[in-house]
């Protein structure tokens, strides 16, 4: 039983696309994480959600949004995908007020 | 499948006290292990690495140790201080995959 659940593992698209990730948790946290990962493997938090609030790291483009159909799922939609863009990009999730995290194994998005 | 488990915490020292944080992993092949950190409201920084058996990552005083024989990973200081208070992880990499553990929370005091 995988916790935490992003699809697709591997996305190569060209520049200009929009695209999605989809994540899953099945573990009844009440917060859901989006983390890129850097080329020197730090992971910047992009986006943190619960069903009260979003709070948005104010450095992420617009063009990077956060959808939340349930409490389960918390999708990243990228509009206009640039060359920058490339990256593994992370999904967690914890319960609301937990210093503890479940991560998703990675979504490797390479822009072409 | 891939797989690391680390001891949940929370963990309380005193400072100057010595940390031990474990981590055991499950792996095919030859992964790569990492500690991670998470200071409060910020992303993970990578903390060290160690890409193959009996190789010792270290950076900030911390250490680590890839033991392959007992497929380990413990983080280890000699001297805590209050501002390592933290959320460290632990990590493996297989190739393009990570697999993080579910984070220990340590909190020094003065």
């Known amino acids: 039983d995988t916790a935490v659940s992003q699809t697709p593992k591997y996305l190569v698209t060209q520049m200009g696309n929009d695209k999605s990730i989809k994540c899953e948790q099945n573990l009844g946290h009440d917060t859901m994480y989006w983390y890129k990962q850097d080329s020197k493997k730090f992971l910047k938090i992009m986006f943190s959600y619960n069903n009260k609030e979003l709070i948005i790291n104010e450095t992420v483009p617009n063009r990077f949004s956060p959808k939340s159909p349930d409490k389960a799922h918390l999708n990243l939609h990228i509009n206009s995908l640039e060359l920058g863009d490339s990256a593994v990009y992370f999904c967690a999730s914890s319960q609301d007020g937990a210093l503890r995290a479940f991560f998703g194994q990675g979504t490797r998005l390479t822009v072409v | 499948g891939d797989s690391v488990t680390q001891m949940e915490g929370p963990v309380t020292l005193s400072e100057e006290a010595f940390l031990t944080i474990n981590c055991t992993y499950t792996a095919t092949g030859y992964p790569s292990l990492f500690w991670y950190v998470q200071y409060p409201g910020e992303g993970l920084q990578l903390l060290l690495k160690?890409?193959?058996?009996?190789d010792k990552g270290s950076n900030k005083g911390f250490e680590a140790t890839y033991r392959k024989e007992t497929t380990s990973f413990h983080l280890e200081k000699g001297s805590v201080q209050v501002s390592d208070s933290a959320v460290y992880f632990c990590a493996l990499s297989t190739g393009n995959q990570f697999y993080f553990g579910t984070g220990t929370s340590l909190t020094v005091i003065p």
């Open positions: 160690a890409t193959k058996a009996d």
